[in-house]
């Protein structure tokens, strides 16, 4: 095999079965999961802090040791008790763990270091991650000379140096103010599609999920509340956790009479309400605002201008008022009664 | 220019006063042992003659005391360092204890800690008349503050995840310890070796107990020079003590300077 090109045969199938984990302080962090990863998807475990997605990365790492009677496979075969150091995952850490004893090189290099590559063909391939990553100028600073997207990078080369089977990211992206975060976001989003390599991504931040995972896990509470793409999580949620956490979901109470939805706010044609239901949800781009009446009436109870449009929240005379964006064309203010048409077939219909 | 209130001439007048009262009898002292008659005055004329009258009686213990210090530094790296690490990986009760007890010796009069090793060690005659028998007396006595700077070090970064990245990269135990923990712990390593060997070296209570007539370190030396003769060639014998300790200290200050990353010879610079 050649020790530069990329290519790699087949990428890496992890699988997790029933694996929990409880902390020694007694701490369930995670409720027996399982759960399988295709060769050479990007997958992102997404969730609030304390869902138990990092746990997951973290046993898939070979950082933590699932509960007794969990077993994690790559490719088949089963390395529960194979320590991180035997499995060959490449690990971006929040924190990026960079080893400030060592240069940007240095650290790029420490993994093949390890593996006993001859000073040559180290070098070669130091130079061509740092090629891949455009960092080329920055090898012979130390750490604590860099940026924080100069670290990411940094964290990024030195994982991928080794070859690993798989490339686990645990937050990689928190600690950079926002716009960074959105061009490292495009970045890694390329850099993945063009290694082919089977990628774990872990995030709390729904936009990050949706643009770089083929599958998204939701996680709530140590369970997995949803396994799907980016569209059907968004479209198709599968509880409310899911639909409220994931970007931003319109609810209305009331009860189905006949195919029409019937709220404080107003009547709803709905033809495939199931029976018997008592609340809606629906996204705010799919709400129009109507010429004259529409469907629900209400007022506007406060709007902020974003640039391109505007978004408002209108009382219906629910507990909560609803979330809708119109264009900024329209010459619209605080306290307006505005009529609302809402596509009834985006409603999704979810009861606690 | 801001003209200075009083404030700040009472202010350095002060500090001044205070080091006068430090330094002046450092240099008295000193003076002393490079006149010929300390009784009659500077006046009587300076010489070298007590330095070498020092050198000739107290050589031993000079090299004693250098010896034990070096071998007392070997033995807190050696032990100092593992047990820093281990306590600041494992934060427990036991391990919280361990680090209390671990400064016990410095908080028990050095007297009473040497009362302890010859009620338990006296009978042993090779060992008792041996310096190592002081040497186990200055470990106890300096290993605290070796642990307490390296694991000071240890906490203050995140060893931890360090630690796991370097795993992630294949690395084992062992290269982790020596590649990544050593070098990183290296400002808290140098900062416990300095403080190791100064107290050492200066160490007088303890070893005042622990010695035998022919083991007698600098200090102790030093006590027994200005008891029982004059009063110029215990002042020669601090002479020699500080040009002894004083590069031993900048020695140690100039390694302490934190070092850049060496850099690594990459492709384009191979010959």
């Known amino acids: 095999m050649s020790q530069t090109s990329d290519a790699r045969e087949k990428p890496l199938s992890i699988v997790l079965e029933k694996c929990a984990k409880t902390f020694a302080d007694g701490t369930r962090a995670l409720e027996p999961v399982d759960l399988a990863i295709n060769g050479g998807e990007t997958i992102v475990f997404l969730g609030p802090s304390g869902c138990g997605k990092t746990t997951t990365l973290r046993i898939i790492a070979g950082l933590e040791q699932p509960d007794a009677g969990g077993r994690v496979l790559f490719d088949g075969e089963d390395v529960t008790n194979l320590a991180i150091e035997k499995r060959n995952v490449g690990m971006v850490f929040q924190s990026y763990a960079l080893f400030p004893n060592m240069t940007v090189a240095g650290n790029i290099g420490y993994g093949l270091r390890i593996k006993g590559w001859s000073k040559a063909d180290l070098a070669k391939r130091v130079t061509e991650m740092l090629a891949l990553m455009r960092i080329e100028r920055l090898a012979d600073r130390a750490i604590d000379q860099l940026s924080g997207g100069q670290r990411q990078r940094v964290a990024l080369a030195r994982a991928l140096a080794v070859r690993p089977r798989a490339l686990l990211l645990d937050e990689p992206l928190t600690a950079l103010d926002a716009r960074l975060r959105e061009d490292l976001r495009v970045e890694i989003d390329d850099l993945l599609r063009s290694l082919n390599i089977t990628t774990i991504y872990v995030t709390h931040d729904q936009a990050e999920a949706m643009a770089l995972g083929d599958r998204i896990v939701v996680m709530q509470q140590g369970r997995v509340a949803q396994i799907g793409t980016p569209r059907d999580i968004y479209q198709q949620p599968a509880n409310a956790f899911v639909a409220e956490f994931v970007?931003?979901?319109?609810?209305?109470?009331?009860?189905?009479?006949?195919?029409?939805?019937?709220?404080?706010?107003?009547?709803?044609?709905?033809?495939?309400?199931?029976?018997?239901?008592t609340r809606v949800m629906f996204r705010p781009e799919d709400v129009s605002i109507a010429v004259s009446d529409g469907h629900l009436n209400g007022t506007i109870a406060s709007l902020f201008f974003l640039g391109d449009r505007v978004r408002l929240f209108v009382d219906v005379g629910d507990a909560q008022p609803i979330v809708i964006e119109a264009s900024n064309r329209r010459k619209l203010s605080r306290g307006d009664r505005i009529g609302l048409s809402v596509d009834p077939r985006s409603f999704v219909a979810i009861d606690h | 220019m801001k003209t200075r209130g009083a404030s700040f001439f009472l202010q350095l007048a002060f500090t001044l006063i205070v080091c006068a009262f430090l330094i002046v009898p450092v240099l008295l002292s000193m003076l002393a042992g490079l006149t010929e008659n300390y009784l009659v005055g500077i006046g009587s004329g300076l010489t070298l003659k007590w330095v070498a009258n020092v050198w000739d009686n107290y050589r031993d213990t000079m090299f004693l005391s250098l010896g034990l210090a070096v071998a007392c530094l070997?033995?807190?790296?050696?032990?100092?360092?593992?047990?820093?690490?281990?306590?600041?990986?494992?934060?427990?009760?036991f391990t919280r204890a361990v680090e209390e007890l671990l400064v016990m010796p410095v908080a028990v009069p050095g007297l009473a800690t040497a009362l302890a090793l010859i009620v338990t060690y006296g009978a042993l005659r090779g060992f008792r008349t041996s310096w190592t028998f002081i040497l186990v007396g200055h470990v106890l006595f300096t290993l605290p503050f070796m642990v307490r700077s390296v694991l000071a070090v240890m906490s203050a970064i995140d060893l931890k995840t360090l630690e796991e990245g370097a795993a992630s990269l294949g690395a084992g135990f062992r290269q982790r310890f020596f590649h990544i923990v050593l070098p990183n712990c290296r400002s808290g390593i140098v900062a416990g070796s300095l403080m190791v060997l100064t107290l050492s070296v200066g160490e007088f209570n303890m070893t005042w107990l622990l010695h035998t007539p022919l083991n007698k370190t600098l200090p102790v030396g030093l006590a027994d020079a200005y008891a029982s003769l004059r009063l110029e060639i215990g002042s020669a014998y601090t002479l020699v003590f500080f040009i002894m300790i004083v590069p031993l200290l900048l020695a140690m200050q100039a390694i302490a300077t934190p070092r850049k990353p060496r850099p690594v010879r990459r492709e384009d610079e191979t010959p």
Request: a positive charge; charged letters at 15%; proline letters at 8%.
């Open chain 2, 74 to 93: 070997a033995c807190t790296l050696v032990i100092g360092v593992p047990a820093a690490y281990v306590l600041a990986k494992r934060q427990n009760m």
């Open chain 1, 247 to 277: 970007g931003t979901m319109n609810k209305l109470s009331g009860r189905v009479e006949g195919g029409i939805f019937v709220t404080a706010g107003g009547r709803m044609p709905w033809p495939e309400a199931p029976a018997g239901a």
